[in-house]
């Protein structure tokens, strides 16, 4: 039975059916052959007068040999939901999913960026992020990674220069527990429980941490020695295309000044830092 899902105009999947046939050079009749439909089931696609289901459109974006994204185009165009792909480490398209957030971190310094998978876990740092956690979390820049509720919980990262910091942690609350609710991973569950044992999380959490989310990120308030108070927009993406989950799910974590303009000195430092880490892949 087919099952709605994302949204798309009428005739979406018909069109690229369509398009990659003929860009495989196979009749309607070859393409229900190979699939082991008929050829009326095909026209039928073809001219969105049938819709098929998940496991059809699945073995035609195989025999039409269509990569992860292609194969997630189609499926989107039939109104289901993407499949997350793991993405072998010898892979083309690992290599190029590497270079390409190698080269989106390089061009968000000397503003702080990290990448992050779908629990908060540190994948990547850029030399701004870098720069941040050794001026003002030396003990966590000693370590060979870190998880952003680390960072911001604990004192060994940025809670003594937060102001109200149990804000901020109560929204990176709210989005573990939800992704933990989604995907039911152990490690999340047990990086949820451990923090929530903590006493000083607000019993509230749940409560505050809703009202903290907006569809891009949140808003910290800090106060740094020798810079005063000042305000940072935490603004997150997520990598790869629509149509294109890879596995781990990961996110773009940048933040950047409330003012939208960058500290000489601040740029300065992040210039002059030629400190290296594992996370660091330049």
Request: hydrophobic fraction near 40%; proline fraction near 6%; charge should be positive.
């Given at each position: 039975?087919?099952?709605?899902?994302?949204?798309?105009?009428?005739?979406?999947?018909?069109?690229?059916?369509?398009?990659?046939?003929?860009?495989?050079?196979?009749?309607?009749?070859?393409?229900?052959?190979?699939?082991?439909?008929?050829?009326?089931?095909?026209?039928?696609?073809?001219t969105g007068k049938s819709l098929p289901g998940q496991e059809l459109v699945e073995k035609l974006a195989e025999l039409l040999e269509l990569n992860v994204r292609e194969t997630n185009n189609l499926l989107a165009s039939a109104g289901y939901a993407p499949?997350?792909?793991?993405?072998?480490?010898?892979?083309?398209?690992?290599?190029?999913?590497r270079?390409?957030?190698?080269?989106?971190?390089?061009?968000?310094?000397?503003?702080?960026?990290?990448?992050i998978d779908q629990y908060g876990s540190a994948r990547m740092i850029n030399r701004g992020m870098l720069t941040l956690?050794?001026?003002?979390?030396?003990?966590?820049?000693?370590?060979?990674?870190?998880?952003?509720?680390?960072?911001?919980f604990t004192e060994q990262g940025f809670k003594p220069f937060l102001i109200g910091w149990e804000d901020t942690v109560c929204a990176l609350l709210m989005t573990l527990q939800q992704d933990i609710l989604m995907y039911?991973?152990?490690?999340?569950?047990?990086l949820l429980q451990r923090v929530l044992q903590e006493?000083?999380?607000?019993?509230?959490?749940?409560?505050?941490?809703?009202?903290?989310?907006?569809v891009t990120g949140f808003v910290t308030t800090t106060e740094f020695p020798g810079r005063g108070v000042e305000q940072w927009m935490h603004v997150f993406h997520t990598v790869g295309a629509t149509s294109f989950v890879s596995e781990p799910k990961?996110?773009?974590?940048?933040i950047f000044p409330k003012e939208h303009c960058c500290d000489p000195k601040w740029e300065e430092l992040v210039a002059r830092c030629d400190a290296d880490h594992p996370l660091l892949p330049y």
């Open positions: 039975m087919h099952e709605a899902g994302l949204t798309m105009p009428k005739g979406a999947f018909g069109r690229l059916l369509k398009f990659w046939r003929k860009t495989r050079g196979l009749s309607q009749e070859s393409l229900a052959h190979k699939v082991g439909s008929s050829l009326r089931h095909i026209s039928f696609l073809e499949t997350s792909f793991t993405l072998k480490p010898d892979s083309y398209e690992h290599h190029w999913l270079q390409s957030l190698i080269a989106t971190l390089r061009g968000f310094d000397p503003f702080p960026a990290m990448i956690v050794k001026r003002f979390a030396p003990a966590t820049a000693a370590k060979d990674s870190f998880n952003m509720v680390d960072l911001i039911q991973d152990p490690w999340a569950s047990q006493k000083s999380v607000p019993k509230d959490w749940r409560k505050r941490g809703s009202k903290q989310m907006n990961l996110m773009i974590h940048a």
